[in-house]
C-alpha cells in the first residue's frame, strides 16, 4: 500500500520560522529541520533565513554534498501544494484614495523644504550678480 504524502501550503510552511519550530522548502518538499539547526555547519541563522519562501535556490548555493542531501530526506515531513493559489492582497478604492491622500498630505508637508532652497539660491544669485 502506498503511503500518502502529506501536503502543506507555503503559508503553513512560512508559520514554522523559530528556532524551536523550523520548516524549509526545497525542490517542492517541506522539511522540518528544527532539531538539526544547532548541527547545521552553516549556523541556524542561515536556515532561518530561508523560511517562509522557496529556499531551493540558497540550497542549491550552498554547494551540499550528496551525504547532506541524503540526511536532509530524514527530516522531509511532506510535499508543498501547488494546486493552492497564492492569496493576492486586493487593495480596494477607498484604500487607494487613502493611499492618494497621504501622498497629498506629505507633499504639502515637505513644499517649505525645497521652495526654501530656490529661495536661498535665487537670492544668493542675484546677490552675487549684483557685486559685479
Same mark, same amino acid.
Given at each position: 500500500m502506498p503511503q500518502l504524502t502529506k501536503l502543506y501550503t507555503m503559508a503553513e510552511a512560512s508559520d514554522h520560522n523559530t528556532k524551536d519550530d523550523c520548516w524549509v522548502v526545497i525542490d517542492g518538499k517541506v522539511y522540518d529541520v528544527s532539531?538539526?539547526?544547532?548541527d547545521h555547519p552553516g549556523g541556524d541563522d542561515v536556515v532561518l533565513a530561508a523560511t517562509g519562501r522557496d529556499a531551493t535556490e540558497d540550497f542549491e548555493d550552498a554547494g551540499h554534498s550528496k %551525504?547532506? $542531501?541524503e540526511l536532509m530526506e530524514t527530516f522531509c515531513i511532506g510535499e508543498l501544494d501547488t494546486s493552492a493559489i497564492p492569496e493576492l492582497e486586493i487593495i %480596494?478604492? $477607498?484604500?487607494?484614495?487613502?493611499y492618494a491622500q497621504k501622498?497629498?498630505?506629505l507633499t504639502k508637508q515637505y513644499w517649505v523644504v525645497p521652495t526654501t532652497v530656490v529661495g536661498v539660491s535665487v537670492v544668493?544669485?542675484?546677490?552675487?550678480?549684483r557685486k559685479k
Open positions: 532539531s538539526y539547526l544547532d %551525504s547532506a $542531501k %480596494s478604492k $477607498k484604500q487607494r484614495r487613502d501622498l497629498v498630505e544668493v544669485g542675484f546677490l552675487y550678480l
